[in-house]
């Protein structure tokens, strides 16, 4: 059976909603060794990259997910019947990148580091599981912690939180953008 | 808001809170108590959207930072080497711009100016003795508007992914991308919790089921200890074996055994009267035992 790796693997992703984990892979897969399950996977997402059909394989949040190529945006919003789709908010987006970058954090370091209050953005997130909360903070008043979420991951396709640009790269985005 | 006064606030933040000392030369003059007002607000978990204002009031600036920003980049100026008095001045002039300032929304741009104002206090008075001569008193603010000023770098990758992924569709994604209405994900941490609980209720149900080991029936050696029993009593009164048994099952094997050995002739049933009792004989010429299994 293992002879048909790939096209067991290309099974699996297809039927699953959220993108699907080596572990849970490994979980559903016991004879087939991981190193081979992640060639086969590699080796899929390849081919479909290179393949001219309109669903391509992408690693995100941690696992894969089949997703439909960009210029195929039109037709699946008409057929969804979706004008736009719904962004984040300036504020949002500024607590959701406070958060990224600083998590675990509070909601009293959020707003220094942004200098506006920013519980409402806060609780926007939390709706829309973006973030979440990891505890409380061993500080006066124990604070809530917060912590992005592999929707978030999901929602801007990353793979994971060490593909967000480092430190070094966003210096070096703002002096482009300040040039 | 009024984080700055807020004893929860880490202490990085804590020095830049006496705006009660640059507030009787500020634009808060007229109202410092603004400050301490919306104090209460703060640690409240999810106050209603208090900085939903700014978009709106402040045109294009998230808050009092991203302001300075503008003003610095408009000005030209370096940001590790900030004219306090010229950046004051310019920051002051966007808000005496305003007619009216609404406290709920704008009293962090107030803050603000009173932190400018300190800042530029700190460095024009004389000191009788110079207090760590080293620490520049602007370093706090750089700091935080560098910091500031990397999270609108992110903001500004996050939107870019955010408008190419617009583009892309999942499967998921058919069950709205957004969902308006979600489930509070407090909540979502107590179905965590309860989950695992079920989760453990269950495995430890699993620990006190106890397996009975049912008998291992098989009519071929229920027929032969028939057989075997015949061999030894001669006959055997049919009621009376089918009760010796000790489960319905067992009895239910032993009827269609008998069954079975009178079809093969193997037996033979008598009743000497109606409503007497069965009873079995072995026949005489029965065909030998092996054949029947």
Known sequence: MMDQLPQILEALIFISVEPLTPDKLAEVLPDAPPEEIAAALQALVAAYEDSDRAIRLVPTAGGYVFSTKPQFDPPVRRLLQIERRKKLSGQALETLSAVAYHQPVTQAEIASIRGVDSSYSLHTLLENKLIKIVGRKEAPGRPLLYKTTEKFLAHFGLNALEDLPSAEELKKLMQEENA | ??????????????????????????????????????????????????????????????????????????????????????????????????????????????????????????????????????????????????????????????????????????????????????????????????????????????????????????????????????????????LEYLGSHDSLEEALLAFFCLLELLKARVVVAIQEQLFHTIKVWLRKDAPPEKEQE
């Open chain 2, 1 to 238: 808001m009024a984080d700055e006064i807020d004893p929860d606030v880490p202490s990085a933040e804590a020095e830049s809170a006496p705006p009660d000392a640059a507030a009787p030369e500020s634009e808060a003059a007229s109202t410092p108590h603004a400050v301490t007002e919306n104090a209460p607000e703060a640690p409240a978990a999810f106050p209603q959207p208090a900085d939903i204002g700014y978009q709106i009031k402040l045109g294009m600036f998230e808050g009092p930072l991203d302001l300075l920003l503008f003003l610095i980049k408009k000005k030209k100026i370096d940001i590790q080497d900030i004219p306090i008095a010229v950046i004051t001045g310019e920051y002051l002039e966007y808000l005496n711009a305003k007619e009216k300032i609404n406290l709920d929304r704008e009293a962090e741009f107030l803050l603000m100016a009173a932190l400018l104002i300190y800042i530029k206090s700190q460095i024009l008075l004389p000191r009788e003795q110079p207090v760590e001569p080293d620490i520049d008193p602007r370093k706090e603010l750089v700091d935080r508007l560098q910091d500031y000023q990397q999270i609108k770098a992110v903001v500004g990758v996050l939107r870019e992914r955010e408008e190419e992924q617009a583009q892309i569709w999942r499967r998921a994604a058919l069950t709205a991308p957004l969902p308006e209405q979600d489930l509070d994900l407090i909540e979502v941490s107590l179905f965590d919790l309860a989950e695992s609980f079920f989760a453990m209720m269950k495995r430890k149900q699993g620990e006190n089921l106890q397996i009975i080991q049912g008998k291992k029936l098989s009519m071929g050696d229920k027929m032969s200890e028939i057989v075997a029993v015949l061999k030894v009593r001669d006959h055997i009164d049919f």
